[in-house]
T-cell receptor, first 116, second 113 residues
Framework: DADVTQTPRNRITKTGKRIMLECSQT?????MYWYRQDPGLGLRLIYY???????NKGEISDGYSVSRQAQAKFSLSLESAIPNQTALYFC???????????????FGPGTRLLVL | GQNIDQPTEMTATEGAIVQINCTYQ??????LFWYQQHAGEAPTFLSY????GLEEKGRFSSFLSRSKGYSYLLLKELQMKDSASYLC??????????????FGKGTRLSVIA
């Protein structure tokens, strides 16, 4: 089974709709992240959470919100979707107690979102 | 602010060696990562450097010079399956472990026969 899972894997929605993307992990990591990827722009950080009670804005948080329901779950919501939120969304996790301080980030398989 | 630069695209021949460069400017430094990403798939971890020098892992090696803000990923004996994007990512910050990774835009490598 995959260590980091994302649902749904693909989603088509209309402008103005509220949608939620979900991320779950079985790695036991305390830190979780949401990125979006657009052609030519690379991976950009939306929100991140260092533990259940910690939520931080990333580079491009406007139009998004998140919820850390448990250590293993981190959801991303688009309150009112717009076409320029069409992108590939990745969830990632890391372990703050990583040996040697390396703290590699591990990515889920991604959610492809199309906003019409 | 933080800035990470790498070439947009590169092409190399099967069996050859290719070097992908990355330069960075960050507030603080707590490690540099290279990831591989095939089209439409998740990035996967390749290598990590925190001290100056070369880290070798099979056909892949990564080099870091902190004083120059420079790293490269070296791929030897190229195979067709190495066609992918290669992402350079830096963990900045003053205190180790307190900042997420910042990614460059990636270098798309095409391996040709």
């Amino acid at each position: 089974d995959a260590d980091v899972t994302q649902t749904p894997r693909n989603r088509i929605t209309k402008t103005g709709k509220r949608i939620m993307l979900e991320c779950s992990q079985t790695k036991g990591h305390d830190r979780m992240y949401w990125y979006r990827q657009d052609p030519g722009l690379g991976l950009r950080l939306i929100y991140y959470s260092f533990d259940v009670k910690d939520i931080n804005k990333g580079e491009i948080s406007d139009g998004y919100s998140v919820s850390r329901q448990a250590q293993a779950k981190f959801s991303l919501s688009l309150e009112s979707a717009i076409p320029n939120q069409t992108a590939l969304y990745f969830c990632a996790t890391s372990d703050s107690a990583s040996q040697g301080g390396q703290e590699t980030q591990y990515f889920g398989p991604g959610t492809r979102l199309l906003v019409l | 602010g933080q800035n990470i630069d790498q070439p947009t695209e590169m092409t190399a021949t099967e069996g050859a060696i290719v070097q992908i460069n990355c330069t960075y400017q960050t507030s603080g430094f707590n490690g540099l990562f290279w990831y591989q990403q095939h089209a439409g798939e998740a990035p996967t971890f390749l290598s990590y450097n925190v001290l100056d020098g070369l880290e070798e892992k099979g056909r892949f090696s990564s080099f870091l010079s902190r004083s120059k803000g420079y790293s490269y990923l070296l791929l030897k004996e190229l195979q067709m399956k190495d066609s992918a994007s290669y992402l350079c990512a830096v963990r900045g910050g003053i205190i180790s472990g307190n900042t997420p990774l910042v990614f460059g835009k990636g270098t798309r490598l095409s391996v040709i026969a």
